[in-house]
């Protein structure tokens, strides 16, 4: 399950083009869509409490293989690749769901 808690536009999209993920989150409602081969279903929350957020992680603790949980970093790139990739993403050629890190230290030497 990919829960959205926030941070939603209207128009958003996931896998893009498919499940209206603003709505779901803003209506609390569960889709199911299919990504990379596999069936998950996208639900929203809305107002979410502290408490809410508790009693989530309580579960995954006590129930940890019915809460598997992916790492939130998908991609890691160092500094001397993030032109390339910045503009591949522009271009619609990649897509990295969840967080992407640039290595802000560059591969290359600077000469002075």
């Known amino acids: 399950m990919l829960l959205v808690y926030g941070g939603t536009?209207?128009?958003?999209?996931?896998?893009p083009g498919r499940a209206d993920v603003d709505t779901i989150r803003r209506r609390e409602l569960i889709e199911a869509v299919e990504h990379r081969g596999k069936r998950l279903s996208v639900a929203g929350a809305y107002g979410c409490h502290r408490e809410d957020y508790e009693e989530g992680f309580r579960l995954r603790a006590a129930h940890p293989e019915a809460f598997p949980l992916e790492k939130p970093t998908s991609r890691r790139f160092g500094l001397d690749d993030f032109p390339r990739q910045v503009m591949d993403l522009a271009?619609?050629?990649?897509?990295?769901?969840g967080?992407?890190?640039?290595?802000?230290?560059?591969?290359?030497p600077r000469r002075p």
């Open 9 to 15: 536009r209207k128009g958003d999209t996931f896998p």
């Open 91 to 97: 271009a619609e050629l990649v897509d990295f769901p």
């Open 99 to 108: 967080k992407v890190v640039i290595d802000l230290a560059s591969a290359t």
